[in-house]
Nanobody, 127 residues
Framework: VQLQASGGGLAQAGGSLTLSCRSS???????RGWFRQAPGKEREFVAA????????RYVDSVRGRFTISSDNARNTIYLQMNSLQPEDTAIYYC??????????????????????WGQGTLVTVSS
């Protein structure tokens, strides 16, 4: 399964962007998430959503500004990013978590829990 992320670009501080991450299948996935990596920094968790019950999780720095959602029929998740700040500048990656058991709706923050990664899309926020 390949994940295709799109929607990155240039935005001004206070502006908005919406990222998408789609795949041809999510047969073995229980959740999908967004991570980001800024220049010179480690990759960090941003948000994730479970396919089964749409459970969500956010890192504190984006809660209230970013919204993750899913379209199960299209095997796609979205990240609506509002009130963007220069510190949101990073390459954003989407990743799938493999289902560990029937009914798995966990949305972990640890990148090691995610098995399949997309190619990333660059978000640049100017001040």
């Amino acid at each position: 399964v390949q994940l295709q992320a799109s929607g990155g670009g240039l935005a001004q501080a206070g502006g908005s962007l919406t990222l998408s991450c789609r795949s041809s299948s999510r047969a073995f996935s229980s959740a999908r998430g967004w991570f980001r990596q800024a220049p010179g920094k480690e990759r960090e968790f941003v948000a994730a959503i479970s396919w089964g019950d749409s459970r969500t999780r956010y890192v504190d720095s984006v809660r209230g500004r970013f919204t993750i959602s899913s379209d199960n029929a299209r095997n796609t998740i979205y990240l609506q990013m509002n009130s963007l700040q220069p510190e949101d500048t990073a390459i954003y990656y989407c990743a799938d978590k493999r289902r560990d058991y029937l009914g798995d709706n966990n949305v972990p923050m640890e990148s090691a829990r995610y098995d399949t990664w997309g190619q990333g899309t660059l978000v640049t926020v100017s001040s």
